[in-house]
């Protein structure tokens, strides 16, 4: 397991906190696959979305047609989970579909929450 994260990892800029807040500020899609309930218990990122892992690939390859509106091969997208883990081998497989400004978030949503960057109230729905 460490190989293929290692791998996945070897692809991605992964930016800490500020620098994913950064990209943020300058039009980046924060894509948020944790767990109802971490987001729940923990917060979220305000203004990311919110994609279940299990719909990564389809709402963000560049072709599919049940991409989210906007989402084009150029979209910067920074794909948070809760350690930046799971998030490594999503971004790394969106890159794999095409969508070659795909990374994650150094550290997860727990990085991004111990940096003091913004965090609202949990439980948004994800997008279906």
């Keep these: 397991m460490e190989a293929l994260l290692a791998d996945a990892r070897a692809a991605l800029d992964g930016p800490d906190p500020a620098r994913a807040a950064d990209l943020q500020a300058d039009g980046a899609l924060i894509v948020d696959i944790r767990p109802y309930a971490n987001r729940v218990a923990e917060g979220e990122i305000p203004g990311s979305v919110v994609v279940e892992r299990i719909h990564l690939e389809w709402r963000l390859a560049p072709d599919s047609e049940w991409r989210l509106p906007g989402v084009s091969a ?3 997208a920074v794909v948070v989970c809760n350690e930046g883990y799971a998030s490594s081998l999503a ?3 969106l890159q794999r579909l095409g969508l070659a400004n795909a990374t994650d978030l150094a550290g997860g949503f ?3 929450a111990a940096a003091g ?3 609202q109230k949990g ?3 994800a997008v279906p």
């Design 117 to 119: 960057l913004p965090v």
């Design 123 to 125: 439980g948004s729905p």
């Design 74 to 76: 150029e979209t910067v």
């Design 110 to 112: 727990r990085a991004w």
């Design 91 to 93: 971004a790394a497989d």
